[in-house]
């Protein structure tokens, strides 16, 4: 997708994929995955409450978004106000205690060190498939190998609605080289996420997965 029309979401508020609470899967499935006190990188973080999470649970966390006020509403719902620094790759890091967000291109987002673990919820099935290797291989390059990470996954029947979010299945996620893959938890969501419902979908399922970084990126 084009950065436009990411910032058409936000200014339009769009913006369902916004959850209220935090993410059970994160608060159920996290501490099993041995992450403890390191860094941690949330790709295409959006204002996504789980950041203050894992910051609560002690953690630094990195969030890279494309969008300016998911950025600054993210603070004001925390009611902080961040410091701001330019940095070399162009990203602006907005931060405040243990939470740096940093607003610009994930693609174009280089890290000073890289991560060992991640948190992706909602950004590799925000891209379309002809991203989404693109996407992985990028993720891949900021994460050391060993590096572990959460991915929360949606599937739908295809027909029913055009993403994002697009549904990305376990064969996908197999056939790439850059982590090894376990699932931690499956669960039918739809009655949960009404807005997609509204859309036309009879089904949702959510699947969490445990990512290990294997290969070099190519
Ligand atoms: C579907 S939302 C998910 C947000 C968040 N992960 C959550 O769970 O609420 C995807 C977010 O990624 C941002 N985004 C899209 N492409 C991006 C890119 N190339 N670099 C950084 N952020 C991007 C969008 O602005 C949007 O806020």
Redesign the pocket.
């Known amino acids: ?1 084009e ?1 436009q ?3 058409d ?2 200014t339009e508020r769009k ?1 369902g ?3 209220s609470d935090m ?1 059970p899967m994160l608060q159920n499935h996290w501490h099993s995955l041995g992450r403890e006190g390191l860094d941690v990188l ?7 409450l ?1 950041m203050r999470w894992l910051a609560s649970e002690g953690h630094q966390v990195t ?5 300016q006020r ?1 950025v600054d509403e993210f603070f004001e719902e925390w009611q902080c106000q961040p410091a701001v620094d330019a940095r070399v790759d162009g990203l602006a890091d907005h931060h405040s205690g243990n939470i740096h967000l940093l607003v ?6 280089q890290p000073e060190a890289r991560f060992e673990a991640f948190y ?4 590799l ?3 379309p498939e002809a991203m989404r290797p693109d ?1 992985l291989r990028k993720l891949a390059s900021v994460v050391v190998e060993g590096g572990v990470g959460m991915l ?1 996954t949606f599937e739908y029947p295809d027909h029913e609605m055009d993403g ?2 697009f549904p990305v299945r376990r064969p996908e996620l197999d056939a790439q080289n850059w982590f090894r893959v376990e699932q931690l938890e499956r669960q039918e969501v739809i009655g949960y996420y009404s807005h997609l419902q509204e859309a036309g979908l009879t089904s949702l399922v959510e699947t969490a997965y445990r990512l290990e970084r294997t290969a070099e990126p190519a």
């Open positions: 997708m950065p029309f990411w910032h979401i936000w913006i994929f916004h959850r993410h949330v790709p295409l973080s959006g204002k996504t789980d969030g890279i978004e494309l969008d998911a610009g291109d994930f693609f174009g987002f992706d919820r909602a950004a099935i925000a891209m996407y929360i994002p979010p």
